[in-house]
């Protein structure tokens, strides 16, 4: 496939990410490691947290999502834990991992140490077996150079390092998986469009007032989809691409999850509810019926935005009395539904593998 040009009007458009050949470099050299490690090693690609569209040249204000990059972190642990390596991009000053257990908690990091009587600072006892276990997984991920964090905060970072990256896990082959949990926004303001300067207070639309009070329009244009063109031409062949697709009506969830598999031609769209992401999400796949993965409740963490009794209303089919039970079940601490997910995407991606699959 040949990209339109919108596409190729994008990258020729704006300046190259001053990082970009950085970043590159990195990544060759990782990947070079490990494919002469263990040529079996397989690489996850994570994107994690949202995209910036700024509203100025130089910078000062600027539109975004509410993604913390809670989702991407998270399973870039558990991913390491399946034994892959893991190429990290988010967004810069959004949740890391293993950092994230303790630097967005609702204590502040301080909290989670004393002072002992001869005047050393200490883990607080209390807090002592959670992070012996975070750290040893921490280390050991450095140890063996497992995980390559790399930081983005604009959407036109993101697209550039995205076709980078792409490209350069091209020796893996199907040892390569995407793993597309970045919230990327749907618009943007072309370049030549954007104020060089900081927008003044003083300033409205044309220099004259917009009905009754001054008004600030902006007006975006879509980012181009990219999606298609990263299966097509960027990724490598036989590699396995998962993207998610986040909604907020129930009704919408799963036809909309399919109609993105369909369009961008990717192995597996998760699909997930804004209300119930933490606690369940939707396989979809093709010629595949829709699969539900879910954590009991007995082991749903709180959430202050989720709304447990939506769990299960996003089914196509009537979920069973056991899956939709909302009633008793002590809440202790919260089992992660991506404790869920990477397992069974593991296993998904090792027949991949094993199958010598090659996407159509």
Same mark, same amino acid.
């Given at each position: 496939?040949?990209?339109?040009?919108?596409?190729?009007?994008?990258?020729?458009?704006?300046?190259?990410?001053?990082?970009?050949?950085?970043?590159?470099?990195?990544?060759?050299?990782?990947?070079?490691?490990? &494919?002469?490690?263990?040529?079996?090693? +397989?690489?996850?690609? &994570?994107?994690?947290?949202?995209?910036?569209?700024?509203?100025?040249?130089?910078?000062?204000?600027?539109?975004?999502?509410?993604?913390?990059?809670?989702? !991407?972190?998270?399973? #870039?642990?558990?991913?390491?834990?399946?034994?892959? #390596?893991?190429?990290?991009?988010?967004?810069?000053?959004?949740?890391?991992? =293993? %950092?994230?257990?303790?630097?967005?908690?609702?204590?502040?990091?301080?909290?989670?140490?004393?002072?002992? !009587?001869?005047?050393?600072?200490?883990?607080?006892?209390?807090?002592?077996?959670?992070?012996?276990?975070?750290?040893? $997984?921490?280390?050991?991920?450095?140890?063996?150079?497992?995980?390559?964090?790399?930081?983005?905060?604009?959407?036109?970072? =993101?697209?550039?390092?995205?076709?980078?990256?792409?490209?350069?896990?091209?020796?893996?082959?199907?040892?390569?998986?995407?793993?597309?949990?970045?919230?990327?926004?749907?618009?943007?303001?072309?370049?030549?469009?954007?104020?060089?300067?900081?927008?003044?207070?003083?300033?409205?639309?044309?220099?004259?007032?917009?009905?009754?009070?001054?008004?600030? /329009?902006?007006?975006?244009?879509? @980012?181009? *989809?990219?999606?298609?063109?990263? @299966?097509?031409?960027?990724?490598?062949?036989?590699?396995?691409?998962?993207?998610?697709?986040?909604?907020?009506?129930?009704?919408?969830?799963?036809?909309?999850?399919?109609? #993105?598999?369909?369009? =961008?031609?990717?192995?597996?769209?998760?699909?997930?509810?804004?209300?119930?992401?933490?606690?369940?999400?939707?396989?979809?796949?093709?010629?595949?019926?829709?699969?539900?993965?879910?954590?009991?409740?007995?082991? +749903? %963490?709180?959430? /202050?935005?989720?709304?447990?009794?939506?769990?299960?209303?996003?089914? *196509?089919?009537?979920?069973?009395? $056991?899956? &939709?039970?909302?009633?008793?079940?002590?809440?202790?601490?919260?089992?992660?539904?991506?404790?869920?997910?990477?397992?069974?995407?593991? &296993?998904?991606?090792?027949?991949?593998?094993?199958?010598?699959?090659?996407?159509?």
């Amino acid at each position: 496939m040949i990209p339109d040009d919108s596409q190729s009007r994008y990258f020729t458009s704006n300046p190259t990410p001053k990082a970009l050949s950085k970043h590159e470099a990195l990544v060759r050299e990782f990947v070079d490691y490990h &494919v002469s490690t263990n040529p079996n090693t +397989r690489i996850a690609l &994570v994107t994690s947290g949202g995209t910036t569209v700024p509203l100025e040249n130089q910078t000062v204000r600027f539109i975004d999502n509410f993604s913390a990059g809670t989702r !991407g972190a998270t399973s #870039a642990e558990y991913f390491l834990r399946e034994g892959y #390596a893991v190429i990290f991009l988010h967004r810069q000053y959004s949740l890391l991992p =293993y %950092s994230r257990h303790f630097s967005h908690s609702t204590n502040c990091f301080l909290d989670f140490m004393d002072e002992s !009587g001869d005047g050393e600072v200490v883990v607080r006892q209390e807090y002592q077996q959670k992070m012996r276990r975070v750290l040893e $997984e921490y280390q050991y991920a450095k140890k063996n150079r497992l995980l390559l964090l790399l930081p983005f905060t604009t959407i036109t970072e =993101y697209l550039f390092e995205l076709r980078s990256l792409a490209t350069l896990l091209q020796p893996l082959d199907s040892r390569a998986l995407f793993y597309l949990a970045a919230a990327v926004s749907d618009f943007f303001i072309p370049r030549e469009r954007m104020n060089e300067h900081k927008i003044q207070s003083s300033e409205v639309e044309n220099g004259k007032k917009s009905g009754d009070g001054k008004q600030l /329009v902006v007006n975006l244009d879509p @980012v181009p *989809k990219f999606l298609t063109t990263l @299966v097509s031409q960027w990724a490598p062949r036989g590699s396995m691409i998962v993207s998610f697709k986040l909604e907020t009506d129930p009704s919408l969830l799963v036809s909309k999850a399919e109609q #993105a598999l369909e369009k =961008y031609g990717h192995d597996l769209v998760i699909g997930n509810l804004l209300t119930t992401r933490k606690w369940e999400v939707v396989f979809v796949t093709k010629g595949g019926q829709e699969r539900w993965v879910r954590v009991p409740k007995a082991k +749903r %963490s709180r959430s /202050v935005s989720g709304i447990e009794e939506l769990v299960g209303r996003a089914e *196509k089919n009537k979920p069973s009395d $056991e899956e &939709v039970d909302l009633s008793g079940g002590e809440v202790h601490e919260g089992l992660e539904i991506e404790s869920l997910i990477i397992p069974e995407l593991a &296993v998904l991606h090792q027949e991949r593998i094993n199958n010598g699959s090659q996407r159509a």
